[in-house]
T-cell receptor
Framework: AQTVTQSQPEMSVQEAETVTLSCTYD???????LFWYKQPPSRQMILVIR??????QNATENRFSVNFQKAAKSFSLKISDSQLGDAAMYFC????????????FGTGTRLKVLA | DADVTQTPRNRITKTGKRIMLECSQT?????MYWYRQDPGLGLRLIYY???????NKGEISDGYSVSRQAQAKFSLSLESAIPNQTALYFC??????????????FGPGTRLTVL
């Protein structure tokens, strides 16, 4: 069975600095999707970035980028120039390509941004 | 207007009461999901549905039931609420293989407290 692990329950970063959130997953499949979602205090789940496993190039969305290491089954999120509005829970998620269309989430990392 | 709506947004109830949480979507997606979020546990799948006639149990379906009244509506019921069902509940949707980037779209969540 697929699993997603976020080993950092909480992280802190100084405003304007860079922080990296870790995510590892376990799967025997070769085609899948990976996602990072942000949950601010409003509790709305917001997609931050997505990565297709067949793409070798790491996804980037403005200040957010990922380091996707398929062989190591690692999918970390890097936030550059951190802003106060980045403070939130961040969830890593996995979905198999095709199949049951079920999404598996990690337990989340709470990011605090210090002014 | 929000694409995925949930009612109610907050609910306090007593042990033994029957509760229904409702979800509606205007995204035209055929796949709908119910999750519960607990601190330190991330999002766990309760039920998911791929169309009106296809409903499947997730990893924690005991104590819950669902109804897919239409493509756009998916309700979650707690037949006899108990305190350990106190949690944040999310409804989500996703498109099929030809859909939009394959991520899930979430409702705003329902905070349920069972006394």
């Amino acid at each position: 069975a697929q699993t997603v692990t976020q080993s950092q329950p909480e992280m802190s970063v100084q405003e304007a600095e860079t922080v990296t959130l870790s995510c590892t997953y376990d799967t025997s499949e070769s085609d899948y999707y990976l996602f990072w979602y942000k949950q601010p205090p409003s509790r709305q789940m917001i997609l931050v970035i997505r990565q297709e496993a067949y793409k070798q190039q790491n996804a980037t969305e403005n200040r957010f980028s990922v380091n996707f290491q398929k062989a190591a089954k690692s999918f970390s999120l890097k936030i550059s120039d951190s802003q106060l509005g980045d403070a939130a829970m961040y969830f890593c998620a996995y979905r198999l390509y095709g199949g049951t269309y079920k999404y598996i989430f990690g337990t989340g990392t709470r990011l605090k941004v210090l002014a | 207007d929000a694409d995925v709506t949930q009612t109610p947004r907050n609910r306090i109830t007593k042990t033994g009461k029957r509760i229904m949480l409702e979800c509606s979507q205007t995204k035209g997606h055929d796949r709908m999901y119910w999750y519960r979020q607990d601190p330190g546990l991330g999002l766990r799948l309760i039920y998911y549905s791929f169309d009106v006639k296809d409903i499947n149990k997730g990893e924690i379906s005991d104590g819950y039931s669902v109804s897919r009244q239409a493509q756009a509506k998916f309700s979650l019921s707690l037949e006899s609420a108990i305190p350990n069902q106190t949690a944040l509940y999310f409804c989500a949707t996703s498109a099929g293989r030809t859909g939009q980037h394959n991520e899930q779209f979430f409702g705003p969540g329902t905070r349920l407290t069972v006394l």
